[in-house]
């Protein structure tokens, strides 16, 4: 099992940027590079919506088109940690934000039930 923790959370004005920090520690005979980390975002009384993913051993990234140009999603494979870079910030982007993981290839983002392991989410709060 992965044990996420996400940071970074907060408030901020629509246009303003904000970044999320996810650190993942993998089970020790397993790697990092191993496994699929991901960053979703729920609002509340809505599903879980895949924002963006990246698999160290690629590297290959995807995007929501929701998000696509104004996020970016990096990592540190040193410290086997995942970032997500948010850029002009919308109201709408108002989530609750989770770090995924699973290992291997990253499933589609709308697969969300296929990642099994999840953190327990930062808040991010655009106000217009």
């Known amino acids: 099992q992965v044990q996420l923790v996400e940071s970074g959370g907060g408030s901020v004005q629509a246009g303003g940027s904000l970044r999320l920090t996810c650190v993942a520690s993998?089970?020790?005979?397993?790697?990092?590079?191993?496994?699929?980390l991901a960053w979703f975002r729920q609002i509340s009384g809505k599903e879980r919506e895949g924002v963006a993913s990246?698999?160290?051993?690629?590297?290959?990234?995807n995007y929501s088109n929701s998000v696509k140009g104004r996020f970016t999603i990096s990592q540190d494979l040193a410290r086997s940690t995942v970032y997500l870079e948010m850029n002009n910030l919308k109201p709408e982007d108002t989530a609750m934000y989770y770090c995924?993981?699973?290992?291997?290839?990253?499933?589609?983002?709308?697969?969300?039930?296929?990642?099994?392991?999840w953190g327990q989410g930062t808040q991010v709060t655009v106000s217009s």
């Open positions: 995924a993981a699973e290992w291997g290839v990253c499933p589609e983002l709308y697969e969300r039930s296929r990642y099994d392991d």
């Open positions: 993998v089970p020790r005979n397993s790697a990092y590079r191993s496994y699929c």
């Open positions: 990246i698999f160290p051993g690629g590297p290959r990234i």
